[in-house]
C-alpha cells in the first residue's frame, strides 16, 4: 500500500528515534524519505525478536553507521556514547567493562581466576573472559545491544551488571552483494592508520547461502619509547588486527534454519599506550646515574613490548519451528592464545637494588612473558513460544566447560651467577654456606636459569544451568513478566610458583576448588499508558561466580603485607540485587523520542581486587556490602528531515557501604599499641567502586541535505566522561605520593641513582575528567559513500587508567588515547 511522504517520515523517525538511544545522529538521505518502506530496530534482548521500545527494561541499540558517525572504532570508543557503559581501556585486546558503575576495580594481567561483571556475546556466543575481553572489527554488525542491568536469568554467570552484544548480520538467501571500505588517517604526534574491509553475501540455490567477512586495520602508534642511552624509538603502540568470518544460512524447509559459522581473529600489538610519570630507571632526579626526563606520550623501555591475541570461534545455531514452540539450540567452542610481552626491568631493577645496592645487574634486561590459552565449549538448548497466545516464554538448560592454562615467566640473564655470589638463593645459610655459597648437588634449586619468577597455573570449570522466564498479557497495557535460573558450577585449579621472587611450590603443584550454586531471580511490571509511553519496575539479581587466589610473592613483601595478604583463600559469588523503574516514551508524532530510568543496585560480596602492596602480587577480597544508584536518560529529536539531536546521559553514585579490616599486632613494625586494625587496600566504607565515572555525556548533531541525486551529510558528537579511579587503593589520602615522611600510604622512594634531588614525587591519583570532540561529513547515495573525519578534535590526552610496578616504587604510568586523528573514509556496495 502506498504511503505519504508524512506517514514514512512518522515511521522513519520511529525507527531512527530507537536506534540512536546512544545519543548519536541517524542520517536519512533523501532518497529514503521518497521510498515507500518502514524501517524497524528490533533487538533480541530477551531472546526473541522484539521493538526495542517494546523491551520493558533498559537496552541501548547502535547500528553500525551510527558507530561510524560516532567516530568509534573500538569497544572503548564506543563506551562514551552510550549512557551507562564506560570500558577501562588498558590497551588494544585489554579492555575490561563495566555497566552502570558495577565495578571492583581493574584486573591485572596475572589474575587468570577473576570472572567478569559484564557478559559479552558475539549474537548468541559468550566470549567475555575477564581482562581479555575480545577487541573485534567493528565491522558487519546489524547492531550493538547493551542490555543494562542485571541479566542473570537469561544470559546467567558474568551479566551480573549486564550484557553486551555483538549482533551480526547474517546470510541472506536469495541475495548477491559485496560491500567494501576503507579508510586512511594520520595522527597527530604518531603514524598512519587505516583499513581495508569487505563483506560478501552469495546465495547457493533457494535455500543455501553464505556470507564472508574479512578485514584487515592497521592502528597507528603514537607513543615513543626513550631507550637506554638516550635514543628514542618512535610510534611504538602501533598494532595491526585482521581477520575472517564465514557464516551460512541452510533452510531446506520453512521450519528448519541452521547456521553454521567459523572466525578468526589476530590482534598484534607492538606497545602500549602507556604514558610514564615516574621510573626507577629513568627519571630526572638522578645524579648518579643518567638523569632521564620523559615527556608527554613517552615512556622508558629496554624491552620490546606487545600483545598477540589469536582469537577462533566456531558456533552453530538451530532453529526448528514446532508451530506453536521454536526449538534452538547454540553450540559454540572458542579457542584463544594470548601473549603479553611486558618490560619489567624496573621491577626487577627495583628488587634488585633493594637486595644487592647499585650493581650493574640492576639494569639487566627483564622481559615478563604472560601466557594464556583458552579452550570454551558453551551449549544452549530452549523451547519458546512463538508469540501467538497472550503468554509468551521460554525454557533452557545451559552448560559451559571453560579449560585455563595460564603462566609466567620472567628471563632475566645474569641473574644465576649474581645471586650465587651474594647469596640471594634459598637454601644459602650464613653459618654453614656462606656467601658466596654454592647450589645444592651442583645445580639451581629451583630447576630454572636466569629466571627469578615462573608461574604456571591450570584452571578447569564446569557449569551447569536451568533457565525460563514467562511475560503474561493481562490486558492490552498490563503485562508482567517474571524468570528464574538455577546455576551450579565448580572450579579446580593446580598452581606452580617457583623462582627467588615467589615462594616455590611443591612437586606437582599446589591444589585449590571452590564451588556453588544458586538462584537468578527476575520481575517485571510494564504498563503502556498509551501507544507511545510505557512504564516499567523490575527487580532482578546477577551473579558473577567466585574463585581462588594465587598465594603472594613472599620474598618480596614486607612483613606487614605479608600479615595483610598471605593467606586469603577463595572469594565467593558476588550477588546484586537491582531495582528499577523506567519509562519509555515517543512526543510529536515521534519525532521526539525520551527514554529513562532510575535504579538502585544493591551488592553482596563484592570482589575487590586490591595489590598487595610491596608483594608484586594480587589478592581479591569480598567486601560485604556496596551498592551503586543513579539515573539514565536518553533524548532524541528529528525535528525536520533535515536535522537531528541526541542527548544520552547518566549521573551515579556508586560506593562501598563496609570495610575489609586487618588486624596487625605490634611486632608487623606499625607503631600501633598492642594492636591495631587497618584498611585493606582502600576498602573503606564509603570509597567510590573504580574505573566508572560519576557522570558521563554525550551528545550529537546530525544535518543531511540532498545534492541531485545524492546527499551531503555531517555529524557531529561532543563526548564527556568523568573522573574516575582505577583501583580502590587509588582512594586512599596520600596514595598519590612516593617517598616524604609521615604518611602511611605514601609508596616507598628507592634511591637507586641517589642521592637523589628530591626526597618526594607526587601525581594524581584520580583520572580526570575529559571532553572529546568527533566530526564527520561527506557525500553519499544509496550504494556509495566518500567522507571525512576529525576524532578527537582538540587532541586532548585523557588519562584511562594507572598503571604502576610494585607499589608504584619501580613505575608509575597512565593508559592515554590517540590523539587528534584526520582521515578520510570510502565505501561502496556492489
Known amino acids: 500500500m502506498a504511503r505519504t511522504r508524512a506517514s514514512f517520515i512518522r515511521s522513519l523517525t520511529l525507527s531512527t528515534a530507537v536506534a540512536g538511544f546512544a545519543g548519536l545522529p541517524f542520517v536519512a538521505s533523501a532518497q529514503q524519505v ?94 567475555s573472559v575477564a581482562l581479555f575481553t575480545p577487541d573485534l572489527e567493528l565491522f558487519d554488525l546489524d547492531r550493538f545491544e547493551v542490555l543494562r542491568g542485571p541479566q542473570g536469568t537469561l544470559f546467567g554467570a558474568g551479566s551480573e551488571a549486564g550484557t553486551v552484544r555483538y549482533i551480526t548480520r547474517q546470510p541472506q538467501l536469495g541475495k548477491t552483494e559485496i560491500m567494501t571500505d576503507a579508510s586512511f588517517e594520520n595522527v597527530a604526534h604518531g603514524d598512519e592508520g587505516g583499513f581495508m574491509r569487505v563483506a560478501l553475501n552469495l546465495p547457493f540455490g533457494d535455500s543455501v547461502a553464505a556470507r564472508l567477512v574479512a578485514y584487515w586495520h592497521h592502528l597507528p602508534g603514537f607513543i615513543d619509547a626513550i631507550q637506554p642511552g638516550g635514543g628514542v624509538k618512535k610510534d611504538v603502540n602501533d598494532a595491526d ?87 534452538t539450540s547454540i553450540t559454540s567452542f572458542t579457542h584463544r592464545n594470548v601473549l603479553v610481552m611486558r618490560d619489567s626491568s624496573q621491577l626487577s631493577g627495583s628488587v634488585t637494588f633493594d637486595v644487592f645496592g647499585a650493581v650493574p645487574e640492576v639494569r639487566t634486561n627483564s622481559p615478563l612473558f604472560d601466557r594464556t590459552h583458552l579452550n570454551v565449549f558453551s551449549e544452549e538448548v530452549r523451547l519458546a513460544s512463538n508469540g501467538t497466545q497472550a503468554l509468551d516464554w521460554l525454557v533452557g538448560g545451559f552448560f559451559q566447560h571453560v579449560g585455563r592454562r595460564y603462566g609466567q615467566a620472567l628471563p632475566t640473564p645474569g641473574y644465576d651467577a649474581l645471586n650465587a655470589t651474594l647469596g640471594f638463593w634459598p637454601g644459602c645459610d650464613t653459618v654453614k654456606n656462606p656467601p658466596p655459597c654454592t647450589f645444592p648437588l651442583g645445580a639451581n634449586p629451583v630447576g630454572l636459569v636466569d629466571t627469578p619468577f615462573f608461574s ?39 598452581l606452580n610458583f617457583n623462582g627467588v621472587f615467589a615462594a616455590a611450590t611443591a612437586a606437582g603443584g599446589v591444589p585449590g576448588s571452590t564451588d556453588s550454586n544458586g538462584t537468578s531471580p527476575r520481575l517485571i511490571l510494564s504498563y503502556k499508558a498509551t501507544d507511545d509511553v510505557t512504564f516499567n519496575a523490575q527487580a532482578a539479581r546477577g551473579f558473577r561466580l567466585g574463585g581462588i587466589n594465587d598465594p603472594i610473592n613472599k620474598p618480596l613483601c614486607s612483613a606487614t603485607d605479608l600479615l595483610v595478604f598471605g593467606n586469603q583463600q577463595n572469594w565467593t559469588d558476588e550477588k546484586t540485587w537491582n531495582y528499577e523503574v523506567g519509562a519509555k516514551t515517543q512526543w510529536m508524532d515521534r519525532r521526539v523520542t525520551f527514554n529513562i530510568s532510575a535504579f538502585y543496585s544493591d551488592i553482596k560480596n563484592l570482589q575487590a581486587t586490591t595489590t598487595a602492596g610491596t608483594c608484586s602480587s594480587r589478592i581479591v577480597f569480598n567486601v560485604p556490602t556496596a551498592r551503586s544508584e543513579g539515573i539514565e536518560a536518553e ?137 572529546l570532540a568527533n566530526l564527520r561529513f561527506g557525500l553519499k547515495t544509496e550504494r556509495w559513500q566518500a567522507a571525512a573525519y576529525i576524532n578527537n578534535i582538540a587532541d586532548k590526552n585523557a588519562e584511562l587508567a594507572l598503571d604502576y610496578e610494585r607499589g608504584r616504587s619501580a613505575r608509575v604510568g597512565y593508559l592515554t588515547n590517540q590523539p587528534r586523528t584526520i582521515g578520510v573514509y570510502g565505501s561502496y556496495i556492489f
Open 241 to 327: 588486527r585482521s581477520g575472517a568470518r564465514l557464516s551460512f544460512l541452510i533452510k531446506p524447509n520453512d521450519a528448519l534454519t541452521i547456521t553454521p559459522r567459523i572466525m578468526f581473529q589476530k590482534l598484534d600489538t607492538n606497545g602500549y599506550p602507556r604514558v610514564d610519570l615516574y621510573n626507577i630507571l629513568a627519571n630526572p632526579y638522578t645524579t648518579t646515574q643518567p638523569a632521564v626526563t620523559i615527556g608527554s606520550l613517552q615512556q622508558y623501555t629496554q624491552q620490546h613490548e606487545g600483545l598477540t591475541d589469536d582469537f577462533t570461534l566456531g558456533d552453530l545455531k538451530v532453529d526448528y519451528n514446532l508451530g506453536l514452540t521454536t526449538l
Open 456 to 494: 604456571d597455573l591450570s584452571y578447569r570449570l564446569k557449569q551447569y544451568a536451568a533457565f525460563g522466564e514467562a511475560t503474561y498479557h493481562l490486558t492490552n497495557q498490563w503485562a508482567i513478566t517474571g524468570g528464574l535460573r538455577y546455576y551450579k558450577f565448580s572450579e579446580d585449579r593446580i
Open 635 to 771: 533524548l532524541f529529536a528529528r525535528p525536520t528531515v533535515n536535522w537531528d539531536f541526541g542527548l544520552s546521559a547518566t549521573l551515579i553514585d556508586a560506593k562501598l557501604t563496609s570495610s575489609v579490616i586487618s588486624t596487625l599486632p605490634p611486632k608487623a613494625g606499625t607503631g600501633c599499641p598492642p594492636a591495631c586494625t587497618v584498611v585493606v587496600g582502600g576498602l573503606a566504607d564509603g570509597n567510590r567502586l573504580p574505573t566508572a565515572p560519576k557522570t558521563q555525556a554525550v551528545g550529537s548533531v546530525g544535518y543531511t541535505l540532498p545534492v541531485q541525486s545524492m546527499d551531503f551529510f555531517a555529524s557531529f558528537t561532543i563526548q564527556y566522561v568523568g573522573s574516575s579511579f582505577s583501583q580502590f587503593e587509588n582512594e586512599e589520602p596520600g596514595w598519590g605520593q612516593i617517598g616524604g615522611s609521615g604518611d602511611p600510604n605514601a609508596a616507598r622512594l628507592i634511591s637507586y641513582g641517589g642521592p637523589l634531588t628530591v626526597s618526594q614525587i607526587n601525581f594524581n591519583s584520580e583520572l580526570p575528567s575529559y571532553t
Open 34 to 127: 521518497d521510498q515507500v518502506a518502514i524501517l524497524e530496530v528490533v533487538v533480541t534482548a530477551q531472546k526473541r525478536v522484539a521493538n526495542l521500545q517494546d523491551v520493558p527494561f533498559s537496552v541501548s541499540a547502535t547500528s553500525e553507521d551510527q558507530i561510524r558517525n560516532s567516530g568509534a572504532s573500538d569497544i572503548v570508543d564506543l563506551a562514551r556514547n552510550i549512557a551507562g557503559f564506560a570500558v577501562a581501556d588498558l590497551g588494544p585486546g585489554q579492555s575490561q567493562v563495566a555497566i552502570r558503575g558495577i565495578s571492583s576495580g581493574q584486573v591485572i594481567r596475572d589474575q587468570p581466576g577473576v570472572k567478569e561483571q559484564v557478559g559479552v556475546y558475539l549474537d548468541e556466543s559468550p566470549i
